[in-house]
């Protein structure tokens, strides 16, 4: 029987998993599987995650283009109300 130390220094120093064998066997497959299975839980979660903000990036991204365009027509309305009371100042002062 070899010490599991030593098997953790033997895979790292032989850049091998030696580990990987022991999973291949009962009962020890079931824990691995059980954990994979818990893995992929949290990466398919952070998959929904990721998806939902990019959504909302998306929503957002379209409501800031609603906003510029809104204060693009109030600056033109300003420009125009401003022209008018010049306009019509100058017509006063006839």
């Known amino acids: 029987m ?7 220094i033997l895979s790292n120093v ?3 998993d030696f580990v990987a064998h ?13 954990e994979n299975a818990e893995w992929q839980t949290k990466i398919d979660t952070a998959n929904e995650q990721v998806k ?3 959504e909302d990036v998306h929503s957002k991204d379209q409501t800031i283009k609603r906003c510029e365009k809104t204060i693009k027509n109030q600056e033109e ?10 306009f019509l100042s100058a017509k006063k002062s006839k």
Not at 2 to 8: A, E, T
């Open 2 to 8: 070899i010490d599991s130390d030593l098997l953790l």
């Open 14 to 16: 032989l850049d091998y």
């Open 22 to 34: 022991l999973y291949k066997r009962q009962p020890l497959r079931k824990f691995k599987q059980k």
């Open 52 to 54: 939902q903000m990019k």
């Open 77 to 86: 309305i300003i420009k125009l109300l401003k022209e008018k009371e010049e």
